[in-house]
């Protein structure tokens, strides 16, 4: 077997060391099993964990699975969650440090050497040593930095307060998403009552159309009034198709935001709509409530507190730095006097030249504070303008309802006469199809009218800054989270936004 010496062998494996880190430099994309493996994988996370859907879905229901389930919000309670770890990790930086060594110290020959006198030069001593080539160490080290401790009890308050930052938008998540769904949710249900009485009349206006082609190709009617003819069924057709494709989307908006998968047959409560209440409460306790509610400006005032943390560690290294030391140290040489020893110490230090920064770091706490403040007036203005703009809306959507309602109730007296009036003609059908596909369009536009008004509603609450969740939840299954979620919104908006005249309070829609 050949012999290498040790110097070969370190080149050799110094050598090995380099090409192995040169090839870690070239990029290495990944393989199409591992794409595959990863959309597997991420599938999982969307739609693992999900209830079935065994009922038709309720109001609350669907806020519910959407809370529950929506990755927006999930990634909020996970940073909130990461903030609180970061939080504990920061309070652990304010304990002393404390170090344990051990190894083992060698070398080739041996330490040690000759004195001379200062005076003469001359050599007193034969060359000695007093440590072994080879022996063991240990030690066991105390130390604390009083600027350490600041620097690690303000930065401790910031990640407090980045929680309580990371729960205000957690909170702003939740109100989202609860608007969203109350966009969606009354689209959808008006689209699952619509889209049958739809897809029907399409049917018969189809039915209609090929009728008179065939008309046109026997020559039984002029050919202008059969061109005319066949003109408004293709309107007709053209009209239903739009609305219809309305409604589709409306459901699949609704499924996305609860996160079902893919398949999953959406099937809605049938439910008694809730009236639109009026709002009878001053304006002036609407945005009251909303500066005191919405997660924005709390989040902003949490921010400025963090911003004074961040000026207040840089002052603090201004000032001299206390440092406490104390070690216990272990050496196996056998020329030692004593193996085992202890060590103290106390040293103060200071920065001359970081003075300097006061004067700027004064001017920079009065400029922070400053900007802080104006952020958060200007997004308070921004609120209030939000609140009024939102009541102003919500009226206004009561009044379109009433408006669809009304044309509701003549549409569908021109259908029944339409009807009843209907003989064997191609212009008799032709006007029974027009009622009621204006019949149709007037039901969609009520039911447009509606979510619309739901849906200011809901941008009305939202601008309010209500909670959608208790402060504390016993159960987290569909159901239970549906009912407290459900008695919450209630309770909040019987309490805060509709009072009557009288001075009682009303439970309103959802």
Avoid at 64 to 89: C, G, P, Q, T
Avoid at 130 to 154: H, I, K, N, P
Avoid at 406 to 414: H, I, K, N, P, Y
Wanted: hydrophobic share 40%; charged share 25%.
């Amino acid at each position: 077997m050949p012999h290498y010496s040790p110097k070969t062998l370190s080149l050799a494996i110094a050598s090995t060391l380099l090409l192995s880190a040169c090839s870690a430099l070239v990029p290495k994309p990944y393989t199409a099993e591992e794409k595959s493996e990863r959309i597997l994988d991420d599938r999982a996370h969307m739609y693992g964990q999900q209830e079935p859907v065994t009922a038709p879905i309720t109001f609350y229901d669907a806020v519910a699975r959407a809370l529950k389930y929506n990755l927006d919000y999930r990634l909020k309670l996970m940073e909130s969650a990461l903030a609180s770890d970061l939080r504990d990790v920061s309070s652990h930086e304010m304990l002393p440090r404390l170090v344990a060594s051990a190894g083992y110290s060698g070398r080739n020959n041996d330490s040690g050497g000759t004195s001379i006198g200062i005076q003469d030069g001359e050599e007193s001593l034969r060359a000695s040593t007093s440590q072994e080539r080879y022996r063991d160490l240990a030690g066991l080290g105390l130390s604390w930095s009083l600027l350490d401790f600041g620097v690690a009890y303000y930065r401790t308050q910031q990640k407090s307060d980045q929680i309580l930052m990371a729960e205000e938008r957690r909170r702003k998540v939740a109100q989202n998403v609860l608007q969203d769904v109350r966009n969606a949710y009354w689209r959808a249900l008006g689209a699952q009552r619509l889209l049958p009485e739809v897809n029907r009349l399409l049917a018969r206006t189809e039915q209609a159309l090929d009728a008179a082609r065939q008309a046109e190709a026997k020559g039984l009617l002029p050919r202008l009034e059969i061109l005319a003819y066949q003109r408004a069924l293709l309107d007709s057709i053209s009209l239903l198709t739009v609305r219809r494709q309305d409604l589709e989307f409306a459901q699949a908006e609704l499924a996305a935001l609860m996160s079902l998968p893919p398949g999953t047959q959406l099937v809605l409560a049938e439910q008694t709509e809730p009236a639109l209440q009026p709002i009878e409460v001053d304006i002036d306790r609407l945005e009251q409530l909303s500066l005191q509610n919405r997660p924005e400006i709390m989040e902003e005032w949490y921010r400025k507190r963090v911003n004074e943390n961040d000026l207040k560690i840089a002052k603090a290294q201004l000032w001299p730095n206390v440092g406490l030391n104390w070690g216990y140290q272990y050496d196996s040489n056998k020329y030692l006097y004593n193996n085992h020893w202890s060590e103290t110490g106390v040293q103060v230090s200071l920065n001359l030249l970081r003075l300097m920064q006061l004067p700027a770091l004064l001017n920079a706490e009065g400029s922070q504070g400053a900007t802080d403040d104006t952020r958060r007036v200007a997004l308070s203005m921004a609120i209030l303008t939000q609140v009024r703009v939102g009541a102003l809306r919500y009226q206004l959507a009561r009044q379109e309802m009433d408006f669809a309602e009304e044309g509701l109730r003549v549409d569908e007296g021109l259908l029944d006469y339409a009807r009843a009036a209907r003989s064997s003609s191609l212009g008799s059908e032709l006007e029974v199809i027009r009622a009621e596909g204006r019949y149709l369009l007037s039901r969609y536009q009520r039911e447009a009218a509606y979510s619309s008004a739901q849906a200011a509603w809901g941008r009305l609450y939202n601008s309010i800054g209500l909670d959608v969740l208790p402060e504390a939840i016993d159960k987290h299954d569909i159901k239970s989270l549906s009912r407290e979620i459900q008695n919450t919104i209630e309770a909040r908006q019987s309490q805060s936004l509709l009072l009557t005249t009288q001075g009682s309070t009303h439970a309103v829609q959802p």
